[in-house]
């Protein structure tokens, strides 16, 4: 069945033994590469670790917490609950903020939001009156 396919003892054998060969000279050059990055890598460890001492990191621990410190600080000021304290109201309309007058007259239901508390607009405790037109009183003759 070899000779048909014209595979030969002989060619077999050396194919086999090149191959053999190949595999040799690359192993002899895996061993020192493999030596010389495990050098190289062992190197870098070392100059990350060496930084890393006790102090370094309560120092960087440190200098985060101040950061995020005033980062919330920075939140705080720029939220709206910081305009409400400076007398600005939030008006809502059936649920969503309003900012047009339009968008007022639109809702069904308005609410406004204080520094301490909401509201319903109209419900002040008290009933609502109807303004009484003013006229200016009668003034009887001075002579």
Same mark, same amino acid.
């Given at each position: 069945? #070899? =000779?048909?396919?014209?595979?030969?003892?002989?060619?077999?054998?050396?194919?086999?033994? +090149?191959?053999?060969?190949?595999?040799?000279?690359?192993? $002899?050059?895996?061993?020192?590469?493999? =030596?010389? $990055?495990?050098? +190289? %890598?062992?190197?870098?460890?070392?100059?990350?670790? *060496? !930084?890393?001492?006790?102090?370094?990191?309560?120092?960087?621990?440190?200098?985060?917490?101040? *950061?995020?410190?005033?980062?919330?600080?920075?939140? !705080?000021?720029?939220? &709206?609950? +910081?305009? #409400?304290? %400076? !007398? &600005?109201?939030?008006?809502?309309?059936?649920?969503?903020?309003?900012?047009?007058?339009?968008?007022?007259?639109?809702?069904?239901?308005? +609410?406004?939001?204080f520094q301490d508390g909401r509201l319903q607009a109209g419900q002040s405790g008290r009933p609502s009156r109807k303004p009484t037109p003013r006229t200016p009183p009668e003034q009887g003759s001075l002579l």
């Amino acid at each position: 069945a #070899l =000779a048909d396919l014209a595979l030969r003892p002989g060619i077999l054998r050396r194919a086999i033994g +090149e191959d053999a060969r190949r595999t040799a000279a690359l192993a $002899s050059r895996l061993a020192p590469a493999m =030596a010389r $990055s495990l050098r +190289e %890598r062992q190197m870098a460890l070392s100059r990350t670790t *060496k !930084g890393l001492g006790p102090g370094v990191l309560l120092d960087r621990i440190n200098r985060l917490r101040d *950061k995020a410190t005033a980062l919330d600080r920075l939140l !705080g000021s720029l939220g &709206y609950e +910081e305009t #409400l304290r %400076r !007398g &600005y109201a939030v008006v809502r309309g059936d649920g969503r903020v309003v900012t047009t007058a339009a968008g007022a007259a639109a809702a069904q239901v308005l +609410e406004i939001q204080f520094q301490d508390g909401r509201l319903q607009a109209g419900q002040s405790g008290r009933p609502s009156r109807k303004p009484t037109p003013r006229t200016p009183p009668e003034q009887g003759s001075l002579l």
